[in-house]
Structures are given as C-alpha cells and as structure tokens.
C-alpha cells in the first residue's frame, strides 16, 4: 500500500502528456502510481495517509539550481543593506552598529554600488556611522566588500597586494587603500578577523534558510560551495532533523590549484549524508562586471574587466579536462562573453563524459547562443539578477560599464531556449531572494512581479511560463544527468512534488509572486504543508 496519495484538481507531470492526472502515489520515497482521483481508493491501506489539494495545481517538486546554504548562512550575518540608498545603508549601519559592544565587529551584506554615481564606495561612505568599530560589508554581488578604515587598520592592510588570482585591494594613486576589495583573496584579508561563527550557530542560520525554501515549494537544491565546514554543519542538522531541502554539493576550485588538489575534490565525490551529496565542482573563470573583473572581449567604460579570473586560462581548461575524464560534472561561473566564450571551448574540448554547466552568463553575442544549443552543456541563470540590479534606461553601474550594446545582450535566456539550449533557473541566493515565484514571474515579464508600474528590461527576453516551469524542472534536473530521477511526476521517479494554490502555467506573472504554496513533498517527506482549504485523511 501507498504511503502517501496526494491529490489535486490539476497536476502537471511535465512528462509527455498530462492525461488528465489528478492524483500522486508515493511510496518509500518514489512515485508508485499517477492516475486520477477514481484510483485513490484501490491504492489506499490502513496506513496511507491522503490530502486532496482541492484546486490547487500539483507539479514537480522545484529545484533550485544555484544557492550557497552555509556560505549564504555566514554572509548574511549583521545587516541586510538590499534595496537601501547610501543615507539608508549609513542610518542601516549606525543602528546595528549601536546594539553592539566597543570594538566588536560590524557587519552588512546586500550593498549596492548604484548607492554612489560615478565613482567607487570607499571607507568614508561608511566610517563616520560606526562609532569607531570595524566594519566588513559585502556588496550584493558576493564578490566585493567595503572594509572601513578601522578595520584595515586591524588588519594590517595598508597597500596594493598581490595574488595568485584576479584579486585586488584597490587603492589611491599613493597606494593608500580605498576601502573596497574585489574577489575572494582579498576580501579574505580583513574577513580572517571576523570572529568565525560556530559550527552550531551556522547549522541552525542554515537550517531556518532551508526550512524557508522548502516552504516556497522548494524540494532540492544545487549548494554550488561545499566549505570545509559544510560536512559538519549538514551532519549536525541530520542529528537532529531532517534536511528540509536535498542538496547537491559542489565544492570551489580555485586558480593555482594542482592535480593532487583535484584529485582531493574528486575523492570527496558520493561522499554525504542522507540527504546531501557531494557531485561536482565549481570553478570560476571570471569575477563581476559590476567590480570590473568580469572577463569581457573588450574592455568596459572604464578600461576594466580585460583579463580572466584564472592569470593562465589555459590551467582552467586543463581542470576542467581533467574533471571530466574523472567524471567530475562541472559547473563555472562566467559573466563576461569573452568568459563564457573559454568556457565553451574548454568544454567542447573535453570528452563529454558527464554534465557541464555554465552559470550567469549575463552578457553573450549571437555566436554563443549559437554555441550553447550544439554543446550539451546547460546554462544556468537567474532572472532576478537582471530585473532587481539593473535599469530600463540603462542607467546602472552594470549597463553603463558595459555600454548599450552589450547591456542589451543581458541574460538572453528567451534566445537560449529558442536556438535550443536548456537554462536551468534558480536565484544564487543569497546574492539574490530564493523565493520561486518572485523568478518565475520575473523571468515571464523581465520585470519585479507584482510591480507592474516598474518598465521590463529587454521584454523580448521574456520567456513562456511553460519555459519558466521547466527550468526549475525538467532541466535543472538535465543539467546534473538527474533526468531519470527528477524534473517529472513519472512513476519511478523520486517523489519529489511542489503543490501552488494556483495554475503556475496559467496564472497571471504578478499574481504568482503571492500565491500560496500548500505542499511540498521531497522524496516522499512532506517538508511544508499549508492545507488551507485541502481535506486530509
């Protein structure tokens, strides 16, 4: 008999035809039986419990294709500053920094560079609101961070610093350092100082953020880091709960790695807990267009983003050839479009073993869309990048370093599909909001959903919301070879389900960003349920 049967006035299998489906039987984890609501009864036993959705919509349970779990638990720590003007972020920083004792630590994240015009945040934006403590704020992005002048005092950075990567402490022409430090070997200057949270405090930071995406209809998730405190944190979650999302973890390769540094990756591959694993690994070829470390063909506005994040891109191709003849799956962080340009050869080059992704891609010429649709090599994008960091007109840091003509190239994720390419969706939370419907409805109107006063930014980029759905679907699921497990409501497959008060496919973009979620199942384990409205036996 069936552990669970869930039932609902529409369910949408994202297989070959829908025929009708009105009911999901799960047993030990996977889908046992689809059928109707007239067949509930045969698969029915004294111990199967059964909710009937009314007339909600069932789908395949979401996964979202690009978080950082336990490094977005340790960034998010102090102050969020999204959404905030310069005057907002300083009032923001002065009340934090009042709660807390002489000396300690201040810390934001969320800051965007648009608060300043035509000119970089330093220290002084900030100093003056601390009351003499240190302060580390990172940048929307994840990439940069403003250090005040206390804090590079404390730690003794007072010049220009080299790196193995494309890193930099960016300083006055006398050298002396401005505040903002680009990439992670510079940011790790002054966050070595930082008192570093307990394994326990970023289990349970970790746990509430999991909990809070399983209750927007998230079932799985691809953690694209993998920390060497990552084990610990999602091992002492597992003593005490279950995780409330299944993930898929993907640990960083950095410049100047070696193979006996591959290899290390390579052994950690399967190894996890009940329901985490680690598949893969992420390299980055470039940094942000926003910092100017992107890896752009030509330089920006201002003469930046000219070289790779990798000093010899030829090193980055060999892992990634070495990756796949191990199959290693691949995931790499390219914005730039001479970036994703050497991405692409480099994958195309190598064996095809197993899957490759690229993720970002936000600005790409005709050729590559070209190249991704005869690659098997999925992009990996989030909408509420392009509709909550940059303009209508232009007028954002990210437009106006790359000027009206690569701007308007911005994530062409409509081209990508229609030459035939899979995008897997997702919100590389936290530079972005995990919540589904706000990019589900961002990726139909190239706008905020629920915003309807707000222009849409390259609106022929809109997609379908049948594209929309199967983005967090059926090709997050290609995109790490998990088709035959996941991305359908097929029989055999993991029991993963996404339950919505409404038709996704048919409801209004902004009315979708509201609706409620009423069940999320993961393999069988129902992780949220708000059954207003729904029978339960």
């Given at each position: 008999m ?41 698969w ?18 979401f ?28 009032r ?24 300043v ?87 349970v ?5 999991l ?25 002492l ?91 290693v ?46 690659l ?86 809109a ?47 902004d ?27």
């Open positions: 069936m552990d669970l049967v869930v039932t609902a006035d529409r369910v949408r299998t994202l297989a070959d035809a829908d025929n009708g489906v009105t009911a999901v039987a799960i047993r030990a984890g996977r889908i046992a039986a689809v059928g109707t609501r007239d067949d509930v009864a045969a029915r036993g004294p111990a199967t419990r059964v909710i009937d959705l009314g007339a909600a919509t069932v789908t395949p349970g996964i979202d294709a690009h978080v950082h779990p336990v490094l977005g638990a340790q960034l998010t720590r102090g102050v969020g500053l999204l959404g905030l003007d310069l005057e907002g972020v300083r923001a920083l002065a009340a934090h920094a009042a709660t807390l004792e002489p000396g300690a630590w201040v810390l934001g994240w969320g800051l965007d560079p648009n608060v015009h035509g000119r970089s945040l330093t220290a002084a934006d900030i100093d003056d609101v601390l009351g003499g403590r240190p302060a580390l704020v990172r940048l929307f992005d994840g990439h940069s961070a403003l250090a005040s002048s206390g804090a590079l005092r404390v730690t003794g950075v007072d010049g220009p610093v080299a790196f193995d990567q494309r890193s930099e402490v960016v300083c006055e022409a006398d050298g002396t350092p401005t505040g903002l430090l680009l990439e992670a070997a510079a940011i790790a200057l002054v966050d070595s100082a930082v008192p570093t949270p307990t394994v326990e405090e970023l289990a930071r970790t746990h509430e953020a909990s809070r995406m399983a209750a927007l209809g998230i079932t799985a998730a691809h953690a694209l880091e993998h920390a060497p405190q990552a084990s610990a944190v999602y091992d979650i597992e003593a005490e709960h279950e995780l409330p999302v299944r993930l898929r973890c993907s640990p960083w390769v950095q410049p100047g790695t070696t193979e006996r540094d591959w290899a290390a990756v390579a052994a950690l591959q399967a190894t996890g807990g009940r329901r985490w694993q680690v598949r893969g690994a992420k390299l980055f070829i470039d940094g942000t267009v926003d910092n100017g470390t992107a890896w752009l063909a030509d330089p920006d506005s201002l003469g930046q983003s000219t070289s790779p994040y990798w000093p010899d891109p030829a090193e980055y191709s060999r892992a990634i050839a070495w990756f796949d003849a191990h199959d799956p691949t995931a790499t962080h390219a914005i730039g479009d001479e970036g994703v340009r050497h991405a692409l050869r480099a994958l195309a080059r190598a064996g095809g073993r197993v899957p490759h992704r690229i993720e970002h891609i936000e600005t790409i010429p005709d050729d590559l869309v070209d190249a991704f649709a005869r098997p090599v999925t992009a990996s994008m989030q909408p509420t990048h392009c509709t909550e960091y940059t303009a209508p007109d232009q007028s954002d840091n990210w437009s106006s370093r790359l000027g009206p003509t690569r701007a308007s190239r911005g994530w062409r994720i409509r081209d990508l599909r229609e030459a035939g390419a899979r995008v897997a969706l997702g919100s590389d939370w936290p530079i972005a909001d995990f919540d589904p419907r706000g990019i589900l409805a961002a990726a139909r109107l190239r706008r905020r959903g629920g915003a309807p006063e707000r222009a849409p930014i390259q609106p022929d980029q997609i379908t919301a049948l594209m929309a759905l199967e983005g967090y679907t059926t090709h997050a699921a290609w995109s790490v070879g998990e088709q035959a497990e996941a991305g359908t409501i097929e029989v055999g497959k993991r029991a993963d389900l996404t339950a919505f008060a409404v038709d996704p496919m048919l409801a209004p973009p009315e979708l960003v509201d609706a409620s979620i009423m069940l999320t199942v993961s393999e069988g384990a129902i992780t949220h349920e708000s059954l207003v409205g729904a029978a339960g036996s």
